[in-house]
């Protein structure tokens, strides 16, 4: 497994872009719709990546404490379900339950949403303030599937924190990274590869 990291497109300040995407079920989601009364946590992950799935738990239960300071959290899948089959809208209300996500998770179908947002890897983090403004693109703990470490979410809590106390945006975070986003043949970002 390649491991991709963000490519930090969207900047601190930055608007959120506008997006509508159907949950498994067919609800479909509008971005402010989604945001908390402090903000909003977009993750763009799939079902099937060892870096989604390492962390994936410990996300849940971070999305439940940022839920309780206002803070809202929608996941996104933009992979390519013809090559992917198991990260298929049909697989992912499980694989959220099994994970505890108790927030939407939403499917990019035609990948757009992806690449507005410049998402390159699964899991990729963007933090935005009550303003939908980006606060955050970063990594989520310095854990990896190889290396061993349990993960916590410690830089990802850390800008939530951050940003709630009203401070600067983080300069320089850690990047996320991951498995490529499975983009479609032809559909290629000009930042992929």
């Not at 608007?15 to 009364?37: C, I, S, Y």
């Not at 690449?115 to 403004?133: I, N, Q, S, V, W």
Request: charged residues 20%; hydrophobic residues 40%; aromatic residues 10%.
């Amino acid at each position: 497994m390649a491991e991709v990291r963000s490519t930090f497109s969207l900047r601190p300040g930055d608007a959120a872009p506008d997006f509508q995407l159907p949950a498994p079920d067919g609800t479909v989601h509008e971005l402010h719709g989604l945001r908390g009364n402090s903000g909003l946590l977009v993750v763009f992950a799939c079902n099937h990546c060892p870096y989604v799935v390492h962390l994936a738990k410990e996300l849940g239960s971070l999305a439940a404490e940022i839920e309780a300071e206002g803070v809202a959290t929608v996941a996104i899948s933009s992979n390519d379900i013809e090559k992917y089959p198991a990260d298929a809208p049909d697989k992912m209300t499980s694989f959220a339950a099994e994970s505890g996500w108790n927030f939407p998770y939403l499917f990019d179908e035609t990948q757009e949403v992806a690449k507005a947002y410049g998402a390159a890897c699964t899991p990729d983090f963007f933090l935005f303030d009550h303003e939908l403004r980006l606060h955050y693109a970063g990594q989520f703990d310095d854990s990896r599937p190889r290396g061993g470490e349990a993960p916590t979410g410690a830089d990802l809590r850390a800008a939530v924190k951050g940003m709630l106390a009203g401070e600067e945006a983080p300069v320089r975070p850690y990047p996320s990274s991951g498995c490529n986003i499975k983009w479609k043949p032809g559909a290629e970002p000009s930042y992929f590869g």
